[in-house]
T-cell receptor, first 114, second 109 residues
Framework: DAGITQSPRHKVTETGTPVTLRCHQT?????MYWYRQDPGHGLRLIHY???????DKGEVSDGYSVSRSKTEDFLLTLESATSSQTSVYFC?????????????FGPGTRLLVL | DAKTTQPPSMDCAEGRAANLPCNHS???????VYWYRQIHSQGPQYIIH???NNETNEMASLIITEDRKSSTLILPHATLRDTAVYYC??????????FGTGTSLTVIP
């Protein structure tokens, strides 16, 4: 399995509070991604990074921000959590984005916003 | 990326081969076929991918038809631990893998 860890694995928080999720990789891959998974929607891309300090928005980026100050770490921040952000969050990594490149996923973080 | 169609669920007897079909009739020439699976509550796990030739690795085989409009993932000797949701994804360039609803495979003892 790819060396990807996510922390925390589970979190319960209240509406309006800030939340930061961490993704850490040991593979030195250039690309990192944050997805969320909800029933009936599959996995949807939130943000991704193509290098240190280089990030871009995905399909469902509203309400989320990201930062990548080191190759190995990609942080996802919910500035003011809402109940609609209750979800399972997956981090993924890949060495490239070209045809034939593969993304490898982390174990996920279950977030409940009350 | 081309759309894929998979049966919502399948059963397979333990020890038998599991053959999971996928239709991707609008696939273009430069798009790859990927298969992932997701065991309950875990992150998606990469299985295999291919462009036009059949592929095999330690987990599975991928058979792509000559016209590339469909493919089959084969788990040669299914075990109970292969019970999962299997996703067929067609992808060209780009930053996202689009996971649909997949096929829920149940391996029966």
């Amino acid at each position: 399995d790819a060396g990807i860890t996510q922390s925390p694995r589970h979190k319960v928080t209240e509406t309006g509070t800030p939340v930061t999720l961490r993704c850490h990789q040991t593979e030195n891959h250039r690309y990192m991604y944050w997805y969320r998974q909800d029933p009936g929607h599959g996995l949807r891309l939130i943000h991704y990074s193509y290098g240190v300090k280089d990030t871009d928005k995905g399909e469902v980026s509203d309400g989320y921000s990201v930062s990548r100050s080191k190759t190995e770490d990609f942080l996802l921040t919910l500035e003011s959590a809402t109940s609609s952000q209750t979800s399972v969050y997956f981090c993924a990594i890949s060495s490239g984005q070209g045809r034939g490149e593969t993304q490898y996923f982390g174990p996920g973080t279950r977030l409940l916003v009350l | 990326d081309a759309k894929t169609t998979q049966p919502p669920s399948m059963d397979c007897a333990e020890g038998r081969a599991a053959n999971l079909p996928c239709n991707h009739s609008t696939i273009s020439g430069n798009e790859y076929v990927y298969w992932y699976r997701q065991i309950h509550s875990q992150g998606p796990q990469y299985i295999i991918h291919g462009l036009k030739n059949n592929e095999t690795n330690e987990m599975a085989s991928l058979i792509i038809t000559e016209d590339r409009k469909s493919s089959t993932l084969i788990l040669p000797h299914a075990t109970l631990r292969d019970t999962a949701v299997y996703y067929c994804i067609v992808r060209g360039n780009g930053n996202q893998f689009y996971f649909g609803t997949g096929t829920s495979l149940t391996v029966i003892p």
